[in-house]
């Protein structure tokens, strides 16, 4: 193989070993190599040649000191030898688009949960039945899915009976929570119930450490003090505090943390992906959830309700219980799809900014009475999470 060849001579002379009528075509600066041509010094192959990039070929006089180059290369090839390709860093990109789509999720996740909890809160004053609120919003839910699922918007998936087992545990906590923040948002502002919630961690570091015998770093501890502080200061310093939304708010601490621990533990090893996890518990809940809605309310009030809110909202009130039933079900399931791209680290901060996305919006949107105080002790709740996520890492 020939990688260059530089020209001493005016012209080429005869090569035994270079085929008779054989041309040396080049991709630039076109050059014939004669049937006489001879190179000496060099092995002929029997192979045809292509030469490209000849520079200054027949434009220097015999004995120059710089003669011109050419390089060549053998005819099955389809590049020169010494051509550098540079390829795209497939890896560079593909993290780009990763922390795209985390990008989405995280701004999609946050959009969805203010607008649900705007429209919910709309709801509970129109039409105070937290519990069959908290059940229209499983059931709008479970029927999306169950309908993507028969027109293939969303492959079904396979589980077995073991994996309903391991599931029941969960859908029990996440039935508890759900309704005990419906009953919380019913009874106090959503900026109230959010800072409360604010609280989840210390909640979960509790409970890992008293019944499940788990130790953190000293600076995880440490985290835990802005947090109950600040979530103290600002239920003190309430305008409408409530004991019943005060109460709501910490029971669905406790049962999301309970949630968590019995889907780590019950998961391990399943193949369920996160859009059909949720849909999965959602349908779950909904069965546990509706025959204690019956009984704690039931049909005659919520009728009896209905009618009011009707008469007093009219037909807008209909597209508000339909809306905050969507986007409940959307806001989670987006949660868990983002559960699925990325570490438990990254979705408690996305968790803590979803937080004040929503307190922030609540109080803007509702024209929420804030004393400069209770704004500081929220403050310090939610500084205290993003500690606390950043101390477990």
């Known amino acids: 193989m020939i990688s260059s060849i530089k020209q001493s001579t005016g012209s080429f002379t005869r090569c035994d070993f270079l ?24 092995k002929c192959s029997a192979k045809p040649l292509y030469m490209c990039s000849v520079e200054g070929f027949g434009s220097r006089s015999i004995g120059s000191k710089s003669g011109s180059v050419c390089r060549a290369y053998e005819a099955e090839r389809s590049q020169p030898l010494d051509l550098n390709i540079e390829l795209p860093d497939q890896e560079a990109r593909s993290e780009t688009a990763q922390k795209l789509k ?41 029927l999306m899915m169950l309908v993507s699922w028969a027109v293939r918007i969303a492959e079904p ?48 570091v509790l409970v890992s450490r008293f019944l499940l015998g788990e130790t953190f770093p000293v600076p995880v501890y440490f985290s ?35 949630r968590n621990i019995f889907s780590k533990r019950g998961m391990k090893g399943k193949s369920v992906g996160g859009m059909n996890y949720y849909a999965c518990l959602s349908m779950l809940s909904l069965l546990i959830l509706t025959p204690f809605a019956i009984a704690v309310e039931g049909p005659q009030m919520w009728a009896a309700g209905w009618q009011k809110a009707i008469s007093q909202i009219g037909p807008n009130f209909i597209w508000w ?42 109080i803007i949107i509702f024209h929420t009475p804030v004393q400069p105080v209770n704004a500081l002790g929220a403050a310090i709740a939610i500084l205290g999470t993003f500690l606390y996520s950043q101390a477990k890492q």
Not at 166 to 192: D, R
Not at 228 to 243: K, R, Y
């Open 157 to 204: 998936p396979k589980t077995d009976l073991d994996f309903w087992k391991t599931l029941f545990p969960v859908a029990v906590a996440h039935t508890i929570g759900h309704v005990a923040a419906t009953v919380s948002m019913s009874k106090v502002a959503v900026s109230f119930t959010h800072i409360i919630k604010s609280g989840e961690p210390a909640f979960s």
């Open 321 to 362: 219980v339909a809306a905050q039933s969507v986007f409940y079900h959307l806001y989670n399931q987006v949660s868990y799809m983002s559960l699925d791209q990325i570490s438990p680290l990254t979705f408690s901060i996305g968790n803590t900014m979803k937080r004040i996305s929503v307190i922030v919006s609540s």
């Open 19 to 42: 085929p008779r009528r054989q041309r040396c075509v080049a991709k630039s600066d076109v050059v014939s190599v004669p049937s006489s041509a001879n190179v000496q010094g060099f």
């Open 224 to 258: 835990l003090l802005p947090i109950i502080g600040g979530c103290a200061l600002a239920a003190v310093t309430e305008l409408n505090f409530n004991m019943t939304g005060f109460m709501g708010a910490m029971i669905s601490n406790l049962a999301f943390v309970f």
């Open 102 to 142: 985390i990008g989405i999720y995280f701004a999609t996740w946050w959009a969805l949960n203010v607008v649900f909890n705007i429209y919910n809160k709309k709801v509970l004053n129109a039409f105070p039945y937290p519990w069959l609120t908290s059940t229209l919003s499983l059931a709008t839910g479970s």
